[in-house]
């Protein structure tokens, strides 16, 4: 015959099963987090990868960026005016456009309000100006303190 269960040992067994349960619990949760962690690196790898500002940021030059649509009389009217600061001054500058009609989640992403509106970034990518509406090639390399030269400003 075995011995009868004790208070002090139903007490253990208790114990043990209740550390075991917390044990297997820490490592369900440890996994999921590790599993969550792991993944929130590739989502924001991909959503840069979608992202012309972003890899134009990466690029170490400052930026323009300008949010507008093909439909829009005045962001026509910017074409032409970042066309010719990327042809003059794209050793100096990067110049990128956007079509809020085809791509919407930029309007979002980058809390655009009105268009044309042009953001500016500096060599680290730090947005340092705004401008809504029309805006000379002048004016846009001032407010990215570039000098209209390639001169030192």
Known sequence: MSPEPTKESSAR?????VAIVFLAATAVAGAAA???????PDAQSAAVAGDAVQQALRLGKPVVAEFGANSCESCREMKLVLGALAREHGERVTVIDIDLLKNTAYASRYKIQLIPTQVFFDVQGREI????GKISGNEILAKLNLSPTGRAP
């Open 34 to 40: 590790y599993t969550l962690i792991r993944r929130v």
């Open 13 to 17: 067994s208790y114990t043990l099963v």
């Open 129 to 132: 100006g705004r401008h809504m």
